[in-house]
């Protein structure tokens, strides 16, 4: 494409969001799909259960308490309220991209794109174009999913960003403490956490959390980035190194199997979160015929149009499986 035209470009961009449609959804609806490489922000696929659902689904629906006792009875005793549903619903909610690209940003991106063509950086028959509009769109619709909607949204259907596309995690969790289902035992008492203090009370929390489930070694420790910097200001202060060495790029708080997931979306939240890896759920819908895409050109105007449908969403699966500190 040496010259542009607008009405080409429509197309050739409709031709492309149609035909590379499925890849196209697969790509935005998995935010930060690769994560960070060498840092603790992980693919969120390798600590959340990815779930695909079309409206509702519950999360768990079953909790067991203790249910053994003496035999020899010769009688029927069912143990009281040891089998309890306690469901919890995650819900995927309807989300847009609705853009209008201006004929002079039209233009000015173009010859952005040629100047990278021209000097080698881009291979034209690699990344086309329209692939090139694409690429960057999606990158930011990730993002939005990643760092504002799934962690800090707050659901408000009449509103017009990403942060009230859902409630998100951090939300649901607030409420999940504020309503009881988050036990008041797992909400340890803590010191607001600093650089000077962080690697003592984080270890207050843990101690909160039961054997079985601490031995299991498949905890977690969801945090910000300033909560991991505290800890590891604070452990080489008392010990004169850090708690790692440059091989390990995942490191675990010390003397436990458990290891640090920052999360760019809980930036300005220093409670920490630890939980059992696969508790919290990202849910999205591909499947129900919900998701569409489509790119038209307004002749009169000399803009075009590129509009997304899609359904996202959050979830908590077991709400006892969460422990945290009570000071942010």
């Known amino acids: ?135 960057r769109l999606l990158a930011r619709v990730q993002e939005n999913i990643r760092v504002k909607t799934l962690y800090n949204g707050v659901y408000n259907a009449a509103g017009s960003s990403p942060l009230d596309v859902n409630d998100g995690l951090k939300t649901q969790l607030l409420a999940a403490i504020a309503g009881g289902d988050v036990p008041a035992g797992n909400i340890i008492d803590t010191a607001v956490l600093s650089a000077t203090n962080a690697v003592g009370e984080l270890e207050k929390i843990i101690a909160g959390i039961p054997d079985a489930e601490f031995y299991a070694g498949d905890l977690i420790c969801v945090c910000s980035r300033t909560v991991k910097d505290f800890y590891e200001k604070d452990y080489r202060t008392r010990y004169g190194s850090l708690p790692y060495n440059q091989s390990q790029l995942k490191p675990n708080i010390v003397g436990t199997d458990i290891p640090f997931v920052v999360e760019p979306g809980l930036s300005g939240f220093n409670r920490p979160i630890f939980t059992v890896r696969g508790n919290l759920v990202y849910l999205y819908d591909d499947l129900s015929g919900a998701d569409t895409l489509a790119v038209d050109y307004n002749k009169r105007n000399r803009d075009i149009a590129w509009m997304m449908d899609c359904q996202v969403g959050a979830g908590i699966a077991v709400a006892e499986q969460i422990w945290t500190n009570d000071n942010a």
Request: net charge negative; charged share 20%.
């Open 1 to 135: 494409m040496s010259a542009l035209n607008l009405t080409a470009l429509a197309a050739s961009l409709e031709t492309y969001a149609r035909d590379n449609q499925e890849h196209i959804f697969t790509r935005a609806l998995i935010p930060g799909l690769e994560g960070v490489e060498g840092s603790p922000i992980v693919p969120i696929a390798e600590y959340m259960t990815m779930m695909q659902a079309t409206d509702e689904v519950v999360l768990t629906n079953l909790e067991v308490g203790d249910v053994l006792q003496p035999g020899g009875k010769d009688t029927f005793n069912p143990t009281a309220n040891a089998v309890n549903f306690k469901p919890r619903i995650g819900k995927v909610r309807q989300a847009k991209v609705d853009l209008q690209f201006l004929h002079t940003k039209i233009v000015a991106l173009y010859k952005s794109y040629m100047g990278q063509v021209r000097a080698k950086r881009i291979d034209p028959e690699q990344i086309p174009f329209e692939e090139y509009i694409t690429a």
